[in-house]
């Protein structure tokens, strides 16, 4: 049983490209989490979604980041227009059901670089 | 507005002996608490628990000790070992099953051989 798969494990954009960070969720789980982890800090929670929607976004910068986990398929932490100050680790973590997100499994994350 | 604090950022031991990692909380609705073992370039690895109604739990070489009126929760690995080596983070929640966690910035180990 693969764990959360992550890609890519390394990005680097310029300032004004895209971000597209893509997790997949361990197999049978359909709840994910994205955090950020910020050079010298622990990680920030960011959003929590459940196929199809959005649960808890409270975390999620107000513009330039979205995030989506669509029926089929990975889920997806977009950035738009990214900035210098974006570059960090963003971890993704899935979990079975609701209410088990304090027992979520993490993925190796994928550490972006903003040039 | 750091809620969930660890004040060493790092820490060395030998090889044998106990390693005790602390954490602070200032947010008296947290009512569970984990520790998180990360290696670099990897994901976080749950390691222990503990809810607000225990006192301490105890896994193996690892035990976590809980201080409610204090705000305060200890982790001891004995013995120690090189293995153990990595960062590991305080988190909490404001209700078990909550979705968010609220990380500690960690505290690096290193054991040494």
């Known amino acids: 049983n693969a764990g959360v798969m992550q890609n890519p494990r390394h990005l680097v954009r310029r300032r004004g490209q895209e971000a597209r960070l893509r997790c997949s969720p361990m197999?049978?789980?359909?709840?994910v989490y994205w955090y950020r982890q910020l050079p010298e800090e622990g990680l920030k929670f960011m959003v929590y979604l459940q196929k199809e929607n959005i649960i808890d976004e409270s975390g999620m910068p107000k513009e330039r980041f979205s995030a989506e986990f669509p029926k089929e398929g990975p889920s997806i932490l977009r950035i738009q227009q990214v900035v210098r100050g974006d570059s960090a680790a963003y971890f993704c973590?899935?979990?079975?059901?609701?209410?088990?997100?304090?027992?979520?499994?993490f993925g190796q994350g994928t550490r972006l670089t903003v040039v | 507005d750091q809620q969930v604090k660890q004040n060493s950022p790092s820490l060395s031991v030998q090889e044998g002996r106990i390693s005790i990692l602390n954490c602070d909380y200032t947010n008296s609705m947290f009512d569970y608490f984990l520790w998180y073992k990360k290696y670099p370039a990897e994901g976080p690895t749950f390691l222990i628990s503990?809810?607000?109604?225990?006192d301490k739990n105890e896994d193996g070489r690892f035990t976590v000790f809980l201080n409610k009126s204090a705000k305060h929760l200890s982790l001891h690995i004995v013995p120690s070992q090189p293995g153990d080596s990595a960062v590991y983070f305080c988190?909490?929640?404001?209700?078990?099953?909550?979705?968010?966690?609220?990380f500690g910035k960690g505290t690096k180990l290193t054991v040494n051989p």
């Open positions: 197999k049978g789980h359909s709840h």
């Open positions: 973590a899935s979990s079975p059901r609701l209410g088990t997100g304090t027992e979520a499994f």
């Open positions: 503990i809810s607000s109604i225990k």
């Open positions: 988190a909490a929640s404001a209700q078990r099953g909550s979705e968010k966690l609220v």
